[in-house]
């Protein structure tokens, strides 16, 4: 059974790099198809998709948060990482990471895609 | 930037049908996936591809598409069921992979 844990600190200052790593076990990150991802839950809020890799590397970002963000894989240790930078306190949530699949739309004209299972997340606060 | 639009709360009594409602332009070309979310709890699959449900989920869960309009009906809702339901898709340029709903808070009676 596929699982999934994020780790890093739970407070960063503003204008610094937010850092989380999510490590995943009962699997292998680089053995499929899948794509990587990261998901983001400001407080009371809703959900919003910040970026995933997939599994050959490339990598693939919400345009709102393109310019701050990067996400790398490291096969070596089965884990994925989350690099935001100039963070403010917008930038205050619950993080969490996924795994992407896969599949086409129907009639076969683009790919649909969705997350399963999902790491229980972990809180970053932004402040001072 | 692309929206999926569902509404903010639905309430029904236990043993009741409650469905939720999810609209978007690109619906008709892209699937819609289900998530529920306790508190406190990650969000779980419940739906995926429009209609189809994940083992493990019941069979009370179910997903239907008509235009750019999905739904997720709940036939016989229990307490248990009480939890904030998120839709997901994509837009049909490429642009945004996934996106979100602003998600429905559940409530029962």
């Known amino acids: 059974q596929l699982q999934l844990q994020e780790s890093g600190p739970g407070l960063v200052k503003p204008s610094e790099t937010l850092s989380l790593t999510c490590t995943v076990s009962g699997g292998s990150i680089s053995s499929s198809s899948y794509y990587w991802g990261w998901i983001r839950q400001p407080p009371g809020k809703g959900l919003e998709w910040i970026g995933s890799i997939y599994y050959s590397g490339s990598t693939y970002y919400n345009p709102s948060l393109k310019s701050r963000v990067t996400i790398s894989v490291d096969t070596s240790k089965n884990q994925f990482s989350l690099k935001l930078s100039s963070v403010t306190a917008a930038d205050t949530a619950v993080y969490y990471c996924a795994r992407g699949d896969w599949d086409y739309c129907s009639g076969g004209s683009c790919y649909s895609r969705w997350f399963d299972p999902w790491g229980q997340g972990t809180l970053v606060t932004v402040s001072s | 930037s692309y929206e999926l639009t569902q509404p903010p709360s639905v309430s029904v009594s236990p043993g009741q049908t409650a469905r939720i409602t999810c609209s978007g332009d690109?619906?008709?070309?892209?699937?819609a996936y289900w998530y529920q979310q306790k508190p406190g709890q990650a969000p779980v699959l419940v739906i995926y591809k429009d209609s189809e449900r994940p083992s493990g989920i019941p069979e009370r869960f179910s997903g239907s598409s008509s235009g750019t309009t999905v739904t997720l009906t709940i036939s016989g809702v229990q307490a248990e069921d009480e939890a904030d339901y998120y839709c997901?898709?994509?837009?049909?340029?490429?642009?945004?992979?996934?996106?979100f709903g602003g998600g429905t808070k559940l409530t029962v009676l």
């Open positions: 997901q898709s994509a837009d049909s340029s490429g642009t945004y992979l996934w996106v």
């Open positions: 690109a619906l008709p070309k892209q699937y």
